[in-house]
């Protein structure tokens, strides 16, 4: 892990087109800003743990012989 000491209005950029800029510190808590291409999903992690959690169990529900009838495959 890359850690970096930044005040604010000061960034970091990522990979050329993602930019992460301190907005805000107030006691313990940072607001950033975060601009990025559209096709880039940006989430909370503990949202995307939310998410994989739901994709996962979600794949084990799926009906594989159905899809395959679906499908045509035998």
Excluded: C, H
């Amino acid at each position: 892990m890359l850690a970096l000491s930044r005040k604010k209005d000061e960034s970091i950029i990522i990979n050329d087109d993602i930019e992460i800029t301190i907005i805000e510190v107030k006691g313990e808590q940072v607001k950033l800003g975060i601009t990025a291409p559209k096709s880039i999903p940006i989430y909370r992690k503990e949202v995307y743990v939310q998410i994989q959690e739901a994709n996962k169990e979600a794949a084990k529900s799926i009906d594989v012989k159905g899809l395959d009838d679906l499908f045509g495959n035998k």
